[in-house]
């Protein structure tokens, strides 16, 4: 157990809705990261936040959205869903700034179907 | 920029024998390197990392790792192979503690029995 939780473990919803995928970090942790893996585009790395401020981007498409909250869980909202956004999506965290090395802490994932 | 490339996307080893996982990466400052394994419908978990000192770094489940800096190179070993090793792993590189982490494709291995 990594310690750090996401919500809901599995989620069917149809094209065009939208869906808020929420992660809990590890106590103590500040950075949280989203990452989608999918079998064709393997692991993406989506979005960074540190303490509530977005540090990073990556793929993230523009009908995807993200946030932190002040009690430092995150959500991951996804738009306008499409096939293609079937995947799974994972939540890690790390220490980040403080400490002397980046590794992350991941999530179980959540499995997004969309029909 | 940093970049990984994990050569083979599948690895297939007899159980008993080594396992050779390549990990190649690009960075512009002394990286952080990473190897994580993924089980079945598990997220990542962390096997080694090497942040600074010695190259040779063990990790869980006796792995181990070297870290090349001539060779641009972090590849994974075990001596032996189990069938619990059956897995996909990543290798990734940072630039450092609050940088973002690059994830290579993966290399899914499979242990014949």
């Known amino acids: 157990d990594s310690g750090v939780t996401q919500t809901p473990k599995h989620l069917i919803t149809a094209t065009g809705q939208r869906v808020t995928l929420r992660c809990s970090p590890r106590?103590?942790?500040?950075?949280v990261y989203w990452y989608q893996q999918s079998l064709d585009q393997g692991l993406q790395f989506l979005i960074q936040y540190y303490n509530g401020e977005e540090r990073a981007k990556g793929n993230i498409l523009e009908r995807f959205s993200a946030q932190q909250f002040p009690d430092l869980h995150s959500e991951l909202n996804l738009s306008s869903l499409e096939l293609g956004d079937s995947a799974l999506y994972f939540c890690?965290?790390?220490?980040?700034?403080?400490?002397?090395?980046?590794?992350?802490?991941f999530g179980p994932g959540t499995r997004l179907t969309v029909l | 920029a940093q970049s990984v490339t994990q050569l083979g996307s599948h690895v297939s080893v007899s159980e008993g024998a080594l396992v050779l996982l390549r990990c190649n990466y690009s960075?512009?400052?002394?990286?952080?390197l990473f190897w994580y394994v993924q089980y079945p419908n598990q997220g990542l978990q962390l096997l080694l990392k090497?942040?600074?000192?010695?190259?040779l770094v063990k990790g869980i489940n006796g792995f181990e790792a070297e870290f090349k800096k001539s060779e641009t190179s972090f590849h994974l070993t075990k001596p032996s192979a189990h069938m619990s090793d059956a897995a996909e792993y990543f290798c990734a590189v940072s630039e450092g503690a609050g940088f973002k982490t690059i994830f290579g494709a993966g290399t899914r291995l499979f242990v014949k029995a």
């Open positions: 960075s512009s400052v002394p990286p952080y």
């Open positions: 106590s103590g942790d500040l950075s």
């Open positions: 090497y942040t600074t000192g010695a190259t």
């Open positions: 890690a965290s790390s220490v980040a700034e403080g400490s002397s090395y980046n590794e992350q802490f």
